[in-house]
């Protein structure tokens, strides 16, 4: 069987393979249109023919090619700069014609009147949605009466999501780093809901200009809290896309959304945030609750991000 | 008239037969479902057409009650 | 009764867990469940329910965990354990990763604000669906055909009733808030609305107005048997409707076979009212009928397309009635093409996957040559009245009897290969054919297209001999296949590439009049 093309591949993945040695992993997780390798080291590599998606230290392959991968779980494989081997060096994988994808986020600058604009729009695709543990608890995040009704999940964190909520809001950044324990790992799904809604907290976070650095400042203690809990408190999917995205780099859905945000086209931000939607079942949803949680905090915090602040980093 | 609100919503499919249409929709971010579609009453048409006259007698006797 | 159960280093997707927690909970005394990675928060929360048994100390957050509350009268845990394997290997039984509800109800649970239906299961079984669909308040696009017209009329009278579509059955072509649906291609959204009952003529002027720089506003579908007698245009006069009322549409198009006498007099008193300009492609329907309606006939899918364009921009609407080729350059052509073949090389073979395209092709070149078909323009000339001696053949590869057995060759272009293998002979001279791209089709219909091509072509040089192969692709280059790079595709191959089915019969119209004068001159 000829080996499978790769048609893109994140540049962290391709740095990381830079030092040409041999890296072994081993299958660790397999889903028909996704996999993960777990590499010696322990970090995770993946790889994805769902279309239009490739996540940090991953790579993909066109959509509805491949009609089943070539390996099975637990089997070891090596990775290196030219693609993935089998243990007895047959090529399974080529990343030869795969073109480089940057999973960095780039810089935001959101003016305030965009802020609101994507404030409601997004806040009207998640409520029509039906997506998300958290999103029955849109209406706190805009200081609103949560329903009486909620379900079991949403019910159970939404104490814990409130007070970490208010604590960034009043830059208790020490306490929003103990509250973030109370939130690591929880919910349905391979990354836990509250995972998601940590990663669209801290993307944001991590691609704000530098301008805003007290808040950064702050906020990194509280980023630091969550990667040092997470491996002991998620899964371990979960715990690398927190890593992650507290470094700046986001799955390609995600990353299109921030910068989506950022260019002010109401019509790219509804495309956008429709993608990251379609991320798993709730997945995508709780991300934009907390991106949406994150806009209301810039908002409040006086985040302003201008014009002038964007002529300062540019500098 | 519902046929004109159709044009202001967001179009939300259920799929029911070939897969392939459900994964073109997927393809375009288009809220889908996939049934898993089976004759009902095993592909029998007698159990079909009983099933369909039970359907319309506990609707009828919904309506009444 | 507690119970739980842990798979250590399990990973199942996200819509897995979820759904599979949902599907538990709805088995018989199960009162309540939860699924999740063992993370310690998520065994809060079992604890926090009262749900926590010993079984769960070992987990840890990448094992899988079910812990289960339930009523020992009704269910055992070991009940609950089994529903919960079957439900894992269905699921990854399933090809795209998705758990996917058995009935349309379920279906509706879990997207309840859903709003379509597309329904493409055996036509015997599709009634049933239809009606429940309707009955929830769903419009429906029916591509199932063998539906009896019975119940397609009976169906249709309660859409119309509800206000709801029901495009079908035998509908292949809708575009709805700019989502193609079954076939149908990535056309620009914009101001003209188009209501077809012919899935491939819809396609072809949808891709055409794309390709003149206008937008379509709503592509709605009827299906085939819409405006017959029995049927009475339902669907078409409330798609009619539909458009003169959106706003967003300015122009309207409607495509069909010839109707019914009595349904064609609705439809033109309809138009007669309409405050927006109408377009009536009845291929080679009453001219004359449709220009006292105050509406603007055509000639061609082709001539439908530009009308609507010139109606919308305000521009003066032309018939467009000739091959747009300079003299010099088709000259060029025909003799290039032409020459290639020997003398004995006179017939003509048409291989469509489209239907409606063979169609115009034949209404076109049969009025001045006999046609034969598996859907012919009159009996005499059906497939099996061909004399042994050849004739000229046009084939709609997409009827039921080249498809039993197989998909659409739209979507298997191995139909079409094999009609190259088998139908390609000694006196073949031009092979016409269609490309239908956009959703729905296959991946690279061009790269079967080209394989066949150059396969008849080695396989008549033997004899000395070549062909000459004319085509048209029905796409824009938003389609997944790229009407670009599969035109280039076809090129490269020598294969003629016109802009349009109506230019590529109008250029082998011409092909064939030039032999056939040849031979006259040649005898």
């Not at chain 3, 000395?464 to 085509?471: E, F, P």
């Amino acid at each position: 069987m000829p080996p499978l093309s790769a048609s893109r591949i994140s540049g962290d993945l391709v740095e990381y393979l830079a030092d040409s040695k041999p890296h072994p992993a081993r299958v660790h997780s397999l889903f028909t249109r996704a996999f993960n390798l777990k590499v010696a080291d322990g970090c995770l590599v993946s790889g994805t023919n769902s279309r239009g998606y490739i996540a940090p230290m991953g790579f993909s392959f066109q959509s509805l090619q491949t009609s089943g991968w070539p390996f099975s779980l637990d089997q070891e494989l090596i990775l290196h700069p030219g693609g993935v081997c089998s243990a007895s060096g047959e090529l399974l994988i080529d990343f030869s014609n795969a073109a480089i994808w940057n999973p960095s986020l780039a810089t935001i600058y959101l003016p305030l009147e965009q802020q609101e604009r994507c404030l409601h729009l997004l806040t009207r695709i998640l409520a029509g949605s039906q997506n998300g543990i958290f999103t029955p608890l849109l209406p706190g995040i805009f200081g609103e009466e949560l329903p009486s009704d909620l379900p079991l999940h949403a019910a159970f964190i939404a104490p814990r999501v409130f007070s970490f909520f208010g604590h960034l809001a009043n830059s208790e950044w020490q306490a929003a780093a103990l509250d973030s324990e109370g939130l690591i790992g929880f919910g349905s799904g391979l990354t836990p809901s509250a995972d998601d809604f940590l990663a669209a907290i801290l993307g944001l976070y991590t691609a704000l200009p530098l301008d805003v650095k007290e808040n950064k400042a702050g906020f990194s203690l509280v980023a630091e809290r969550i990667l040092e809990l997470a491996p002991a408190r998620t899964s371990l999917v979960s715990a690398e896309m927190l890593r992650h995205a507290a470094n700046g780099r986001l799955p390609s859905p995600h990353q299109s959304l921030l910068a989506a945000l950022d260019s002010g086209s109401v019509f790219e931000v509804e495309e956008a945030a429709r993608a990251v939607l379609n991320v798993g079942v709730n997945s995508g949803g709780d991300f934009l609750f907390g991106l949406l949680a994150g806009l209301v905090l810039m908002a409040e915090a006086k985040m302003v991000l201008c014009d002038q602040i964007k002529e300062i980093d540019q500098c | 008239m519902a046929l004109n609100d159709l044009f202001t919503q967001e179009l939300k499919v259920i799929n029911m037969g070939l897969e392939s249409f459900h994964d073109e929709l997927k393809s375009q971010h288009v809220q889908t479902v996939q049934v898993a579609w089976k004759p009902r009453a095993g592909g029998s048409q007698k159990m079909l057409s009983l099933l369909n006259k039970l359907k319309k007698v506990s609707s009828s006797k919904e309506k009444a009650g | 009764m507690l119970g739980a159960l842990i798979r250590k280093n399990a990973y199942y997707d996200s819509v897995t867990l979820m759904l599979i927690s949902q599907d538990l909970k709805e088995q018989a005394g199960v009162q309540e469940v939860l699924v999740g990675m063992g993370t310690e928060l998520n065994l809060d929360l079992v604890r926090n329910l009262e749900m926590f048994s010993p079984e769960l100390e070992p987990v840890g957050p990448n094992d899988m965990f079910i812990a289960a509350k339930f009523d020992e009268q009704q269910t055992s845990f070991q009940a609950i354990e089994t529903a919960f394997d079957e439900l894992i290997s269905k699921k990854s039984a399933d090809s795209n990763g998705n758990y996917q509800p058995p009935t349309l109800k379920s279906a509706l649970r879990q997207l309840p604000d859903a709003n379509l239906v597309q329904i493409s299961i055996p036509g015997q079984y599709a009634s049933a669906e239809v009606e429940e669909a309707l009955n929830a308040g769903l419009h429906v696009m029916l591509f199932s055909d063998n539906v009896p017209i019975e119940d397609e009329l009976r169906l249709k009278k309660k859409a119309v009733e509800k206000g709801l579509l029901l495009m079908g059955p035998d509908c292949g072509t809708a575009i709805i808030n700019g989502v193609p649906l079954c076939f149908a291609n990535a056309v620009k959204r914009g101001k003209i609305g188009v209501v077809g009952a012919s899935g491939t003529g819809t396609q072809e002027v949808t891709t055409l107005i794309d390709k003149l720089g206008e937008g379509l506003s709503q592509v709605i579908g009827t299906g085939g048997r819409d405006l017959s007698e029995a049927v009475g245009g339902l669907m078409m006069l409330q798609g009619f409707d539909a458009l003169i009322t959106d706003p967003e549409t300015e122009v309207i198009v409607l495509i069909s076979k010839p109707p019914a006498a009595a349904v064609a007099k609705k439809i033109y008193d309809r138009a007669k009212t309409s405050p927006k300009p109408v377009v009536i492609d009845f291929i080679g329907g009453d001219a004359q009928a449709i220009r006292e309606a105050g509406a603007y006939p055509c000639l061609s899918f082709e001539d439908a397309a530009a009308k609507a364009v010139a109606l919308l921009r305000g521009e003066p609407v032309q018939d467009q009635d000739s091959l747009r080729m300079a003299d010099s350059a088709l000259e060029e052509l025909l003799t290039a093409e032409l020459g290639r073949l020997q003398p004995e090389q006179t017939k003509l073979l048409g291989l469509y996957t489209g239907g409606t395209l063979a169609d115009e092709a034949m209404k076109f070149l049969g009025q001045k040559t006999a046609i034969y078909s598996n859907i012919p323009l009159s009996p005499e000339l059906a497939l099996e009245n061909m004399p042994a001696a050849g004739g000229h053949l046009i084939l709609d590869l997409g009827e039921d009897q080249f498809t039993r057995g197989r998909a659409h060759p739209m979507i298997d272009p191995l139909t079409r290969s094999e009609f190259f293998s088998s139908r390609v002979d000694g006196q073949t001279a031009i092979v016409l054919l269609d490309l239908v791209l956009g959703y729905g089709s296959h991946a690279d219909p061009a790269k079967a297209v080209v394989q066949s091509v150059l396969e008849a072509r080695a396989r008549l040089a033997r004899e000395g001999k070549d062909l000459v192969v004319v085509a048209s692709v029905t796409g824009t280059d938003q389609d997944p296949q790229d009407l670009g790079s599969s035109t280039r595709t076809l090129k490269q191959a020598g294969i003629i590439v016109m802009p349009s089915n109506a230019q590529a019969v109008r250029l082998v119209s011409r092909m064939m009049e030039k032999m056939h004068s040849g031979a006259e001159n040649g005898a």
